[in-house]
C-alpha cells in the first residue's frame, strides 16, 4: 500500500528549512514523496498567488521515494503546481509545514502554511498543516516529527471528514512532557500591530511590522490557545466556507 501513496509536502519557510526537512523524512516513511516548495521564506503570504509574473521551478533533488522541486513563488503557487504540472495524479495527501512558530488562533489568516492546507482542501485532498511553537530556524523537531508520524498515520488508516482540513499546532516541548492531544476551536485572539519606525542613510522614512498577540479569551478551556499553553497538541479543523450561517437568517429580514 506504501508504494501506491502519493504525498505532496509544502511548506511557507522555504524548502531549505529544517522543518519541511523533517516533515519530508517523515512522509517518505507512508509513501512516494513529491516537495514542490518555495525558494525562499514565505511566511505571512497567506492565500496569495502570483499572476503578475512567470513562476519558475527547478529540480534540486532525486531519489527513489523522493522527488524535491524549488518554486519561486507562494505556497499556494506551489500547490497549485504540484496538481496541475508535476504530479502524474492527485495525491493522497497533502502535508504542510513543519512551520517554525505557532500558526493557533489568528494566525491562521496571514499564514502561508495553512493556506496551503486549505488549497489542498478546495481540490478535494485530504490535507494537514503542521506547525511547532518555536521560531528559530535551528529548532529541534524531534517530538513534531512523533506527532506528525501518528497524526498522518492515523489519517491515512481513517481518512479525514468531508470538507475540512486539519490545523495542527505543536508544543516547543519533550515528547515526554506532552500530555495529549486536544481537538478544539479556534481561539478568538488578535494581533495588535505596531510599526518601528526607521530613517534610512537617505532621510527616508521606512518601517518594521512588529505586534503582540492578545488572547480575548483567556478562560475558555476549549480552544486552541488554551490546549497549547497546558501542554497539549492543538487539532482544529477548518474549512473554506466562511459564511456566517448564525446570522445568515437575521440579514434576509433586513429592508434593502
Known sequence: ?????????TNDDGIK???????????SLFGKVVVIAPAEPQSGMSHAITVKYPLRVSKIE????????SCHGTPVDCVKLGLNQFLERKPDLLISGINHGANSSTSIVYSGTMAAALEGLINDIPS???????????ADFTTSSRVTK????????????DHICLNVNIPDLPPEQIKGYKFCRQNKGYWKEEFDKRTDPMGRNYYWLTGEFYNSEPEATDTDEWA?????????????????????EKLKNWNL
Request: net charge negative; glycine share 4%; with cysteine.
Open 17 to 27: 528549512a529544517k522543518g519541511i526537512q523533517a516533515l519530508i523524512k517523515v512522509a
Open 128 to 138: 494537514i498543516g503542521f506547525s511547532l511553537l518555536n521560531l528559530d530556524h535551528n
Open 228 to 248: 497549547l499553553e497546558n501542554q497539549y497538541v492543538s487539532i482544529v479543523p477548518m474549512q473554506i466556507d466562511f459564511t456566517c450561517y448564525s446570522s445568515l
Open 150 to 161: 501518528k497524526i498522518i498515520e492515523h489519517v491515512l488508516a481513517n481518512g479525514i471528514p
Open 1 to 9: 500500500m506504501k508504494n501506491d501513496r502519493l504525498i505532496l509536502v
Open 62 to 69: 532525486e531519489s527513489d521515494s523522493v522527488v524535491q522541486y
